[in-house]
Nanobody
């Protein structure tokens, strides 16, 4: 089993920045993909960004140029730097790990972008 714990969410004004962090623990296979999904009110969960253990990244079109995903394999951590935040970025952000055939999820951290 793998446990994922997110931190760093909160309230920010439009145009502001936040950095989300996620720590993984448990039985972690070295080859994996870690990343972030989000679920906005009334919408389905969607991919935001991900990064494989070898460094390959994948971004949703709506965050390209604004968000950046990174990870520290030694610490089993993944980060999401969010810049130029917009009200439509308001959502619960979930950390995700995909390893072999398994998907793991954190409990989520809320991000609210509002003036």
């Amino acid at each position: 089993q793998v446990q994922l714990v997110e931190s760093g969410g909160g309230l920010v004004q439009p145009g502001g920045s936040l950095r989300l962090s996620c720590t993984a623990s448990g039985s972690i296979f070295s080859t994996n993909v870690m990343g972030w999904y989000r679920r906005a009110p009334g919408k389905q969960r969607e991919l935001v960004a991900s990064m494989s253990s070898s460094g390959t990244t994948n971004y949703a079109d709506f965050v390209k140029g604004r968000f950046s995903v990174s990870r520290d394999n030694a610490k089993n951590m993944v980060y999401l730097q969010m810049n130029s935040l917009k009200p439509e970025d308001t959502a619960v952000y979930y950390c995700n790990m995909r390893s072999l055939a398994y998907w793991y999820w954190g409990k989520g951290t809320p991000v609210t972008v509002s003036s």
